[in-house]
């Protein structure tokens, strides 16, 4: 091959080698140390000019989420203002009618849940770390934060000291009115509706406690019944036939002999008599029970021991 022709060939090659080169050193860009204060940008807006950026910027610190207002829980979502009133015997009580009772309190109560809401401090409002699991004291003003739900409402709420104390009242009212509720289901047992007053309740439990062709088993429940509501010798009275118609009941059912109970604590003088067997007979005759020394008795006539079917 000629020289000449070599000679252009390589000419050739390291023109197009050149033009490479030269096309990449024109695309680097300018390294962070020897770029301008002011970087050429050229835009269709046509500003010519833009201050200089850093190219890896600190991240703006994260500010804690804080609710924009804070309030205390207000006293009225726990309970109503003013005392509760005590409900009368035989009467359904606490102003409201029998089916709000039933409505309100007849139903099983919801188990408690836990709070979703950011546990704020009731006292001071601050945000808490974690939401409390019992009585704690806040770490921003010190004051003792409670956790406790009501009647109607299951959720477990932060609440200060006197919140709690209109808790505690709903706590009570809800148990008087669910005590009410017993006495009046097993008053309406003797044909005795809610509402009735105290006289004539009491007149129709000392009939039906008198009357031979009722039922022994809810005779003797009159008769306890009216020697937990009377006072003086009447409470005397019917606790004394109570206890008679205990052993009535068992001699019913055709039981010759009996025992008598001491229950879960009694006194010394019961607990002397406690497990002794007696015939129906002797019982019956004698009536040593209720227990004239037990000391129950003597203070409440609530006698310790009682009649109950002899053990094997």
């Not at 300018?30 to 050429?40: G, K, Q, T, V």
């Not at 105290?198 to 809810?218: C, H, N, R």
């Not at 055709?254 to 025992?259: C, L, N, S």
Request: aromatic share 6%.
């Amino acid at each position: 091959m000629p020289t000449s022709i070599l000679v252009f060939l390589g000419l050739a090659v390291l023109g197009i080698i050149g033009l490479i080169v030269f096309s990449l050193s024109g695309q680097r860009r300018p390294s962070p140390a020897s770029r301008p204060d002011d970087l050429h940008i050229p835009s269709e807006t046509g500003l010519e000019h833009a201050p200089k950026t850093a190219i890896n910027p600190k991240p703006t610190p994260v500010t804690p989420w804080r609710p924009k207002e804070t309030k205390a829980i207000p006293a009225q979502a726990f309970a109503t203002p003013g005392k509760p009133k005590p409900i009368p015997f035989g009467m359904v009580g606490a102003g409201l009618s029998k089916d709000a009772h039933h409505k309100a309190h007849l139903q099983p109560l919801p188990a408690p849940i836990e709070d979703l809401a950011p546990p704020i401090c009731p006292y001071c409002g601050n945000l808490l770390a974690k939401r409390p699991k019992q009585k704690t004291r806040c770490p921003h003003c010190n004051q003792v934060i409670f956790v406790k739900y009501t009647p109607t409402d299951p959720v477990k709420r932060l609440v200060t000291e006197s919140q709690l104390l209109l808790v505690e009242q709903q706590w009570a009212e809800y148990q008087v009115v669910k005590s009410q509720l017993r006495i009046d289901a097993e008053l309406a047992i003797f044909g005795i509706s809610p509402g009735s007053n105290e006289e004539a309740v009491v007149e129709t439990l000392k009939v039906f406690s008198d009357d031979p062709s009722k039922d022994i088993g809810l005779r003797k429940m009159a008769a306890h019944y009216l020697s937990s509501k009377l006072t003086g010798r009447d409470k005397t009275k019917w606790a004394t036939i109570g206890y008679r118609l205990d052993l009535e009941a068992l001699l019913s059912n055709g039981y010759q002999e009996v025992e008598i109970r001491g229950g879960a604590s009694p006194c010394p003088s019961c607990q002397s008599i406690a497990g002794m067997r007696v015939p129906t007979a002797e019982a019956k005759a004698k009536h040593p029970i209720p227990n004239k020394n037990c000391q129950r008795w003597k203070e409440f006539r609530n006698c310790c021991a009682f009649w109950g079917t002899p053990r094997i």
